[in-house]
């Protein structure tokens, strides 16, 4: 049982090491989706691009290597690309998060 802990521990650790990445990739997107959205206000252009969605969704699906499937790519990263057109405005981020005790059920 030492063993399984001690291997799990490190897989967890690793796996931390992965989200505290991805944390601050997300970080320096938003910080990308701001500026974009701020260069679209100054053009009058709008905010959604159905045809940008799907090629982002493609390209994903396209580059991607497993394990994730298509269909699991796609599951991933259109939830993000709509958080982004709806709650990420030029100047502002209205995303606010609260975390209940049943909401936080541990994900390893």
Do not use: W
Not at 15 to 24: G, M, S
Not at 52 to 60: E, G, N, P, V
């Amino acid at each position: 049982m030492k063993r399984f802990e001690t291997e799990l521990g490190e897989l967890r650790e690793r796996v931390d090491t992965i989200d505290t990445k991805l944390l601050a990739l997300l970080n320096a997107r938003a910080a990308l989706v701001k500026d974009i959205y701020t260069l679209k206000e100054q053009h009058g252009a709008p905010r959604f691009n159905r045809a940008r969605t799907d090629a982002i969704l493609q390209r994903l699906i396209d580059d991607n290597q497993g394990p994730l499937t298509a269909p699991e790519v796609r599951e991933l990263f259109l939830p993000m690309l709509q958080f982004f057109v709806q709650r990420y405005r030029a100047g502002e981020s209205t995303a606010t998060f609260s975390v209940t005790a049943e909401a936080s059920e541990p994900l390893r």
